[in-house]
């Protein structure tokens, strides 16, 4: 078996297995192909289906056709045998019950397409689409098969460690002291964050703390005036629902 | 190369997806869908059902999608919310296909299955939360703000399950390897 790394070994083997997850594996292709098939399927009424009525004239009229296309056929060959000589009659014959039998075929194709929501007739031939090549809005780069895989870290796990993670816990201090009621110290831990970290990738998370920490401490005019401006900022903050009390005029 | 463009070409935002697109769509992100509702944990018999949900989810809320954004994290985000309410629903009854698979790794084989193989089970050891955001950020490669948006927590939270989530991870590996390093001695009879 082979070793991939040792219960002391340094946390860059875990990034290297993590980077050969990355790039998720391709389903058997049976399995794929049953599924696309049956997501297909689910989904034709949601995507584009005409209204009942177009459905069911294009239909009506598709079997009539086939049903007057049959009746055709089967007239003509009948006229064919009456007046030819009998090699010919032998042949015209055959030529009518291929023909006859095409006819069958499309009529029956038909009332299956009826039963059908959405008809898949080339997903098992069809190649799938980009089969060797990645998807190109990835947010990960691939992961290059024949190359080893890299000892390091991912970039964001880097920055993560040497910038984010000194933020974060500076602010956790912030949000310790409030949780346990010290508003007055979650506020100055605020601050001591806002002088260290002024462009911060937590500012939203730090103006809400600090619209919750002026709010407890009574000084509802600096944190309604707070909580307005957060709004303005953050419109689309998961915040805005716990603002609320201060935003509400 | 072709690749799956997102399809904006084809149906603007405010139009529903058109079948070709979504046909498009699903070909191209059925595999990432697949592996990720299984790297959230979900058994491997429902895994099936639940790609099912998730591009259905993804017809009906196409019109919510930023197609200026890359479209794989905002499907983890579905698979997420899917993965939690079947985790609700169903709980697990049977040991974890994670640890199945690292036990008999026999479908691929080779170091490449053994290593997703150890991944798997050792994310199957982290609560689902923290494991949805290790996924999408240290596998999917995922900037934080875009984790924390389509997992609908805030960022400081999210950077907060992820250093917890990356201890866990950790452990759990050092546990799963030394518990492997054991059975091998076992299986030489160096020990007993």
């Given at each position: 078996m082979t070793r991939m790394g040792r219960p002391d070994g340094p946390p860059d083997e875990f990034s290297t297995l993590l980077s050969i997850e990355r790039e998720p594996p391709r389903l058997p292709e049976s399995q794929r192909a049953q599924l696309i098939a049956r997501v297909l399927a689910s989904a034709a009424p949601r995507a584009e289906r005409a209204p009942w009525w177009q459905q069911l004239r294009l239909r009506t009229w598709s079997i009539g056709l086939a049903f007057v296309a049959f009746g055709g056929l089967v007239w003509a060959g009948q006229a064919a045998l009456r007046g030819a000589p009998e090699p010919a009659r032998q042949a015209a014959l055959a030529a009518a019950s291929s023909a006859a039998a095409s006819v069958r075929a499309r009529a029956k194709a038909v009332e299956i397409d009826k039963d059908t929501?959405?008809?898949?007739?080339?997903l098992a031939a069809a190649p799938p689409v980009d089969s060797a090549a990645p998807p190109v809005d990835s947010a990960a780069p691939p992961v290059d098969s024949a190359a080893p895989p890299g000892p390091h870290l991912p970039a964001a796990d880097t920055k993560f460690g040497a910038t984010a993670g000194d933020e974060l816990a500076a602010l956790n201090e912030a949000r310790t002291a409030q949780q346990r009621g010290d508003s007055a110290g979650a506020l100055r831990a605020i601050m001591a964050h806002e002088q260290r970290f002024p462009r911060t990738i937590f500012a939203e998370d730090r103006e809400a703390l600090r619209v919750a920490a002026l709010g407890k401490l009574g000084r509802t005019s600096e944190a309604r005036a707070r909580a307005r401006a957060f709004a303005k900022r953050?419109?689309?903050?998961?915040?805005i629902s716990k603002l609320s009390p201060w935003l509400a005029d | 190369m072709l690749g799956f463009t997102p399809p904006k070409i084809q149906s603007a935002a405010t139009e529903p997806l058109s079948s070709a697109d979504f046909r498009l769509l699903l070909e191209a992100h059925v595999d990432y869908v697949h592996r990720s509702l299984r790297r959230l944990g979900v058994r491997r018999g429902d895994i099936d059902d639940l790609t099912q949900e998730v591009f259905l989810v993804v017809l009906r809320r196409w019109?919510?999608?930023?197609?200026?954004?890359?479209?794989r994290p905002w499907l983890f985000g579905i698979a997420y919310r899917l993965a939690i309410a079947h985790s609700r629903k169903h709980?697990?009854?049977?040991?974890?296909d994670a640890l199945d698979d690292e036990l008999h790794p026999?479908?691929?084989?080779g170091q490449q299955h053994e290593s997703r193989a150890l991944v798997l089970a050792a994310l199957d050891r982290i609560p689902l939360p923290r494991r949805a955001v290790f996924t999408l950020h240290?596998?999917?490669?995922?900037d934080m703000k875009d984790v924390a948006k389509q997992l609908g927590v805030p960022l400081f939270t999210a950077y907060a399950r992820l250093k917890k989530a990356r201890e866990e991870f950790e452990a759990a590996l050092r546990a799963l390897l030394g518990r492997r390093q054991f059975s091998e001695l076992v299986a030489e009879g160096t020990v007993k």
């Amino acid at each position: 078996m082979t070793r991939m790394g040792r219960p002391d070994g340094p946390p860059d083997e875990f990034s290297t297995l993590l980077s050969i997850e990355r790039e998720p594996p391709r389903l058997p292709e049976s399995q794929r192909a049953q599924l696309i098939a049956r997501v297909l399927a689910s989904a034709a009424p949601r995507a584009e289906r005409a209204p009942w009525w177009q459905q069911l004239r294009l239909r009506t009229w598709s079997i009539g056709l086939a049903f007057v296309a049959f009746g055709g056929l089967v007239w003509a060959g009948q006229a064919a045998l009456r007046g030819a000589p009998e090699p010919a009659r032998q042949a015209a014959l055959a030529a009518a019950s291929s023909a006859a039998a095409s006819v069958r075929a499309r009529a029956k194709a038909v009332e299956i397409d009826k039963d059908t929501e959405m008809p898949i007739p080339e997903l098992a031939a069809a190649p799938p689409v980009d089969s060797a090549a990645p998807p190109v809005d990835s947010a990960a780069p691939p992961v290059d098969s024949a190359a080893p895989p890299g000892p390091h870290l991912p970039a964001a796990d880097t920055k993560f460690g040497a910038t984010a993670g000194d933020e974060l816990a500076a602010l956790n201090e912030a949000r310790t002291a409030q949780q346990r009621g010290d508003s007055a110290g979650a506020l100055r831990a605020i601050m001591a964050h806002e002088q260290r970290f002024p462009r911060t990738i937590f500012a939203e998370d730090r103006e809400a703390l600090r619209v919750a920490a002026l709010g407890k401490l009574g000084r509802t005019s600096e944190a309604r005036a707070r909580a307005r401006a957060f709004a303005k900022r953050y419109p689309r903050s998961v915040f805005i629902s716990k603002l609320s009390p201060w935003l509400a005029d | 190369m072709l690749g799956f463009t997102p399809p904006k070409i084809q149906s603007a935002a405010t139009e529903p997806l058109s079948s070709a697109d979504f046909r498009l769509l699903l070909e191209a992100h059925v595999d990432y869908v697949h592996r990720s509702l299984r790297r959230l944990g979900v058994r491997r018999g429902d895994i099936d059902d639940l790609t099912q949900e998730v591009f259905l989810v993804v017809l009906r809320r196409w019109r919510d999608f930023d197609q200026t954004r890359p479209i794989r994290p905002w499907l983890f985000g579905i698979a997420y919310r899917l993965a939690i309410a079947h985790s609700r629903k169903h709980h697990r009854e049977s040991p974890s296909d994670a640890l199945d698979d690292e036990l008999h790794p026999q479908r691929d084989g080779g170091q490449q299955h053994e290593s997703r193989a150890l991944v798997l089970a050792a994310l199957d050891r982290i609560p689902l939360p923290r494991r949805a955001v290790f996924t999408l950020h240290s596998i999917d490669g995922v900037d934080m703000k875009d984790v924390a948006k389509q997992l609908g927590v805030p960022l400081f939270t999210a950077y907060a399950r992820l250093k917890k989530a990356r201890e866990e991870f950790e452990a759990a590996l050092r546990a799963l390897l030394g518990r492997r390093q054991f059975s091998e001695l076992v299986a030489e009879g160096t020990v007993k």
